[in-house]
């Protein structure tokens, strides 16, 4: 086994053990991939003022997201498919967050089910990221099942009315379960471990979905359902309606313009997310990080900023919290661990953020996350 050290260790070994068309579904942005891969450089740019001859005993990284007690300002972000990067994974992950003490979200679009997370996690609170479907009858009982797993938050990503277009995606076929073209069967046969996971689950369609929708009893092309049932109707009307039918802790995921922030707090959620999904909506957005600093001037009294994007290591935690962020969320980072390594290596990407995250605090002179803020950055590196 090679020695883990960082992120980048975890995607080089998913990227070995995942079937090509999976892996690719979570490492890819849509178009160009300009601004997947702008959410990440964006960070390189922000530069630390190190401090020196300060005491760093007692360090401590907790802090709270949505009044919810967390062990470092980091969250599991819904992601979709998790369950094919690794067999059972969005259990395996939600086992791994639990363990830590940060939130994990489950996604609409996940091979678990609702149940199937709260079972396999004894009934911990996680939190539930919710599309919108033209289907308003499934979305209410997508709702209620949420509220009897006792979901502690819903997540209403706002982003993904029409899904963009992501090349590998069509250049693989995705599908859940994979389609058996030669090609896959070929790839898939050099994946022996994640194969033989799949072997020892039934779970390879979309559980949130199939057996849940009328009429639908199985799914061919993610693209091509989102495509009939995703609704392009989506307003703030619905999230008006969503939040009196959820009652609880309501989270707006896809914010990155001012004026939708305004709109954001209006519509009484309890925070928003600063997120432009990952780069695989609207390619040639702005990235997350450059986004956040103008919504957390104009928002950040009357709701709780959050920021999703580009999050590869512990110092760009420290990046996003010292420029507003609340909170923050990792999908890639965890998929990655996921995939190279079941629920140990969600663990391990865990550690390793948390680790990054605990040294760089110090090293800019500070020993509790809750003292940090802009102070920790060099003026002229950050977007103002």
């Known amino acids: 086994m090679p020695v883990i050290t960082n992120i980048e260790d975890l995607r080089v070994l998913a990227q070995k053990r995942v079937p090509r068309m999976f892996y690719d579904y979570a490492d890819s942005g849509s178009w160009t991939e300009g601004t997947y891969r702008a959410n990440e450089s964006d960070f390189q740019k922000i530069k630390l003022r190190q401090r020196v001859a300060v005491n760093m005993e007692n360090r401590s990284t ?7 007690k967390v062990a470092m300002p980091v969250a599991i972000a819904p992601t979709g498919l998790t369950g094919m990067q690794h067999a059972d994974g969005e259990i395996l992950a939600a086992r791994a967050a639990k363990a830590f003490g940060i939130p ?5 679009m996940s091979i678990c089910s609702i149940e199937d997370v709260a079972q396999g996690t004894d009934g911990h609170p996680f939190w539930f990221q919710l599309y919108v479907m033209k289907d308003r009858d499934y979305i209410e009982r997508l709702i209620d099942r949420a509220k009897a797993a006792q979901c502690s938050a819903l997540m209403l990503t706002l982003d993904l009315q029409i899904i963009g277009q992501r090349h590998k995606d069509l250049k693989n076929g995705l599908s859940a379960p994979p389609k058996l073209t030669v090609a896959n069967i070929l ?5 022996p471990r994640w194969g033989l996971g799949m072997l020892g689950t039934k779970r390879h369609g979309f559980g949130n979905i199939v057996g849940h929708v009328k009429g639908v009893e199985n799914m061919g092309s993610l693209s091509e359902w989102t495509a009939k049932q995703f609704d392009p109707a989506l307003n703030w009307g619905d999230v008006e309606w969503i939040k009196k039918r959820w009652g609880g802790k309501l989270i707006l995921k896809g914010i990155q313009d001012v004026e939708d922030a305004k709109l954001a707090v209006d519509s009484g959620a309890d925070a928003l997310i600063v997120s432009n999904h990952g780069g695989r909506q609207l390619d040639g957005a702005e990235s997350s990080i450059r986004a956040l600093p103008a919504i957390v001037d104009a928002v950040g009294q009357h709701i709780e900023v959050h920021m999703d994007g580009g999050i590869r290591s512990g110092q ?3 990046k996003a919290r010292a420029l507003g962020a609340r909170g923050t969320y990792i999908g890639r980072a965890f998929l990655y661990g996921l995939g190279a390594m079941g629920q140990a290596g969600v663990t391990k990407a865990l550690e390793i953020i948390h680790k990054e995250l605990d040294l760089t605090m110090a090293f800019c002179g500070h020993t509790q996350i809750e003292t940090v803020d802009q102070r920790i950055l060099l003026p002229g590196t950050y977007p103002v």
């Open 187 to 191: 790839n898939m046969m050099t994946k």
């Open 104 to 108: 994990f979200t489950l996604s609409t």
């Open 316 to 318: 760009d935690v420290l």
């Open 62 to 68: 907790a802090t709270t997201m949505i009044g919810q």
